[in-house]
């Protein structure tokens, strides 16, 4: 419990009405959630706005109102203004869950790609040390052992703070992140003190909602301009970043901090080389401040060697001895739904792949031919509702990369999905014929015709859902878990 004045410190109150010191059981921004005594912070969302509903969590009981513009409220209720309601309920939330982020060892990753698989890396570098860890993220969030429901990639300001202050009370020391674009943008991870900050890289995504490249990078850059904040913390904190990128030097210039590099290509401070691509893994040697090492990770592709790289070079920032990293890292033998292996005995390769984007499609694709004793037949389809300028971007990718591709649905959302596949196809048409590809829409009828149509040595690319274990048409969610279905698919279609 805190006082209203106490949560407002620091916020640009353009006005404020009634007793300041009244005391606040919490905060919510969701008029259902209030609970007598609570705050209640106004956020005007894409879908509704929460000032409609300040009647609402008045009769649910809030005791003050934090708002973005003049409201009516009663006498005797406490009215807060500010400039930016989003940005007043991260601060206040942080304040109201004692600042967690000041008692955690706060680890941030933002990128298109491959943030998933990089805190899972972490995640195991830290455990190999005998730390306490919390992982947010897309697939899952932990603390410790312990497995939470994830609704968000990065979780709104309010849960994120009470996340991180679980975490605390939990005996959890450090906490890996995925930082998203969109909660950058909107301000989520404000009140949130980062020691490291992790860029991957950056192509095509999102664009429905940043409008263009320019504005997802800037979004992006946030985490790496926060650096500064810094209470009471003594250890430097570091912007490290994938130098191979080519906005790896806007972002350097950003950082607010210590910068350390990785790459393969260009000259960097952690530099990876003798890569030796395999099916079910890769080698190679690295170049660190700290010594040389030689490293065997059980994941494939080159795009996992950048994600062993940005993990390899937090450990080093966090003081852990390279060969315990080593250790962590050559421990992992794989992340759910990124390129992961169903099998049933069959004589060709399956892999289901998070792959939604069109670097990220183009990646898994390439991995696979590394290894693909035949062909590669690719099974995708585009999200409804979200950026269509990457949907013949990736059809495109998909007929030149792939020896066939099935074009199907993904979650369609409130968008037709022959419409979704018809933008896809334009681009498959640029670079196939009609004979190295079909229309399947219904995802399950699209990987039983893969695996009907597979032949020995073949591997088939199922990309774009990974671990979701869902489908969503119109508003409708329903069960659908590519793995489970290609596992059906197996035992009485091989």
């Known amino acids: 419990m805190k006082s209203l004045r106490d949560l407002i410190i ?3 109150a353009a006005e404020t009405r009634g007793n300041l010191d009244t005391i606040l059981s919490g905060l919510s921004y969701d008029s259902r959630k209030v ?3 609570c705050g209640f912070v106004c956020v005007e969302g894409f879908k509704t706005d929460g000032h409609k509903y300040i009647p609402s969590a008045l009769e649910q009981g809030a005791a003050a109102i934090i708002a973005q513009r003049p409201v009516e409220v009663p006498g005797g209720i406490p009215l807060v203004i500010v400039r930016d309601t989003r940005k007043a309920l991260a601060l206040m939330s942080a304040a109201m869950a004692d600042h967690p982020s000041r008692k955690l060892t706060m680890i941030g990753l933002t990128g298109t790609n491959g943030k998933t698989t990089t805190t899972y890396l972490i995640e195991r570098i830290f455990k190999e040390e005998g730390y306490k860890v919390g992982l947010i993220g897309t697939i899952i969030n932990k603390i410790g052992e312990k497995v939470l429901p994830v609704t968000n990639t990065t979780p709104e300001s309010l849960d994120l703070q009470m996340l991180l202050k679980e975490m605390v009370d939990s005996g959890v020391t450090h906490a890996v992140m995925e930082v998203s674009s969109h ?12 020691d490291n900050a992790v860029f991957t890289n950056i192509t095509q995504d999102h664009l429905d909602f940043h409008g263009n490249m320019e504005n997802y990078l800037e979004a992006k850059k946030k985490l790496f301009a926060g650096l500064d904040r810094n209470v009471g913390k003594q250890a430097p904190k570091y912007g490290i970043i994938n130098v191979d990128d080519s906005s790896a ?24 080389f003798n890569i030796n691509l395999r099916a079910d893994r890769a080698a190679f040697d690295v170049a660190t401040p700290k010594g040389d090492l030689y490293l065997e990770i059980h994941l494939p592709g080159m795009f996992n060697v950048y994600n062993s790289l940005a993990a390899l070079s937090v450990g080093i920032c966090q ?17 759910p739904g990124r390129m992961e292996k169903v099998s049933e005995g069959q004589d060709f390769t399956v892999l289901v792949d998070y792959a939604h984007t069109p670097d990220g499609l183009e990646n898994i694709i390439r991995a696979a031919r590394e290894f693909a004793a035949g062909r590669v037949i690719t099974v995708f389809g585009c999200g409804g509702d979200r950026d269509r300028t990457k949907r013949p971007v990736m059809g495109e990718i998909s007929a030149r990369l792939s020896d066939y591709s099935v074009l199907t649905s993904d979650n369609p959302r409130t968008e037709e999905p022959l419409f979704i596949i018809s933008q896809i196809e334009e681009g498959v048409r640029r670079a196939a014929d009609r004979s190295k590809y079909s229309i399947i829409p219904d995802r399950r009828e699209a990987i039983g015709s893969a695996i009907k149509m597979a032949e020995a040595g073949d591997v088939i690319l199922i990309a774009g859902k990974g671990h979701e274990t869902y489908q969503i048409v119109n508003d409708k969610v329903n069960h659908f878990d590519d793995r489970e279905v290609a596992r059906e698919m197996l035992p009485k279609d091989v």
Do not use: H, M, W
Request: net charge neutral; glycine share 14%.
């Open 319 to 335: 003081g852990i001895a390279i060969n315990s990293i080593k250790a962590a890292l050559e421990s992992v033998k794989g992340v």
């Open 249 to 272: 030097r806007s972002v350097i210039e950003a950082t607010k901090g210590r910068v350390l590099t990785y790459g393969v290509k260009n000259d960097c401070d952690i530099k990876a």
């Open 10 to 12: 620091g916020l640009e």
């Open 35 to 37: 609970t007598p005594g």
């Open 183 to 194: 909660a950058l943008e909107l301000g989520r991870t404000e009140g949130v003190e980062f």
